[in-house]
């Protein structure tokens, strides 16, 4: 059984989810985007609704148990944004994504920050989005913001790390997403990574959903990783998103 | 190359988007519906957006056309939706849908007209959802409606038209939708209803999309079609399609 910590479900098709769940990966957390920049903050609302409670049904329908998380991307910021955190205050989650900086805008810390603040009052595991470009250093800008709020270790997963930002990420204390994409992480990149780092502190995702990408990726790193470390894999594929997400 | 009149590309993934398009399936209408009901008139708007600016794109990548048909779905009617029925008015489209009624309810009534006398203003091409239940009644009931309303006849198509509705739908003067999909018309249903009434009316669809569904269904039954008519299956399976938009 393998858990892909990270994908956007609304992306994908009923015959893709079956094939996901034909390879083996069991368990997903949906993770909220809008793939245009939304006129009105009353459309997360509704998506979160869509989210809990018709993809969570299509994607078990499918074979697999989706978990979503909820949140303003900060390639997506609405007008009126404090109206979506408002509501993501005002009710229960199994997790917050993704959410981050993309370019480190005033507004993207603004709206990062007063959903931490939310999260952290609420005791809600964050999935933290780190961007293409300026990895390195935008990453830093994320862990100094994390820090600046004693935001929990146990309730962050850095997300999208790579050979750029792994070495700072690996001196903070959280979680850590490795995401199987073509232009991201190989397999054996992923395998390589756990190999050398041990595998407390990673879980596996493909960010599978809205753009042509390779779905089953997880179970295919997956299996390499299990090639390699056998039971040991566990963790990595499957355990350490399950104890994120504390279900 | 095959039309397929009635999608709903939102549900589909890439991958499936790219074997329609390897199937034949070059255009497609992509109709407005969200899955849950939606509490706020905005996430209509922003819905439309997503199909005018992100869908388009997204299909045109894997291979297909697709042109967008915007509106309020029975099953989804929002509170205040005259701001939706405003921004249709406010704006130009390719087309109207699905719109319709489900069950004939006032609100449904209500609802419909108002969208359709914008249509009729605007010149837009309707696409108007039949449903499952008391399928001939309903579809009665909204042929007295686009009568009360001198709606055009060219603007229009019923759709999911089944051999319970066949005989009073062509009894008007409308398009006729035959949707081929498992569990309403097979494909040498479809077949059959253009060897008896002509190439003239129909057009083909699969309304694939957030369920599991047969995709590919408009290439399995316009290879039928072909079969058995040669050249003047490309009406049906195309050019009526193509006429209706205006494209």
Not at 66 to 95: L, Q, S
Request: proline share 5%; charged share 30%.
């Amino acid at each position: 059984m393998y858990f892909d910590s990270h994908i956007h479900s609304e992306g994908l098709g009923f015959s893709e989810l079956k094939t996901m769940s034909s390879a083996g990966i069991k368990k997903a957390i949906t993770l909220a985007f809008y793939p245009v920049k939304p006129l009105y903050p009353q459309t997360f609302v509704d998506m979160f609704r869509k989210l809990m409670e018709f993809e969570t049904k299509r994607c078990k329908e499918a074979g697999i148990d989706v978990y979503p998380a909820v949140g303003i991307h900060p390639r997506c910021i609405p007008p009126k944004y404090e109206f979506v955190v408002n509501y993501m205050d005002e009710n229960d989650w199994f997790a917050f994504g993704e959410i981050g900086l993309e370019t480190a805008s005033r507004e993207e810390v603004e709206v990062l920050k007063s959903q931490l603040r939310v999260a952290k009052q609420n005791d809600v595991p964050c999935i933290i989005h780190t961007p293409r470009s300026n990895k390195r250093e935008i990453t830093m800008k994320t862990l100094e913001i994390l820090k600046e709020l004693s935001f929990p270790g146990e309730l962050t997963v850095i997300d999208h790390v790579n050979f750029d930002s792994l070495e700072v990420v690996l001196k903070a204390d959280y979680w850590i997403g490795l995401t199987v994409q073509p232009g991201k992480l190989k397999p054996e990149d992923a395998a390589r990574i756990v190999d050398t780092h041990g595998t407390e502190r990673f879980m596996l995702n493909s960010d599978a959903g809205f753009s042509d990408s390779d779905y089953t990726a997880v179970a295919k790193a997956a299996r390499l990783i299990e090639g390699r470390l056998g039971s040991e894999a566990d963790k990595v594929v499957y355990r350490n998103a399950k104890k994120f997400l504390r279900i």
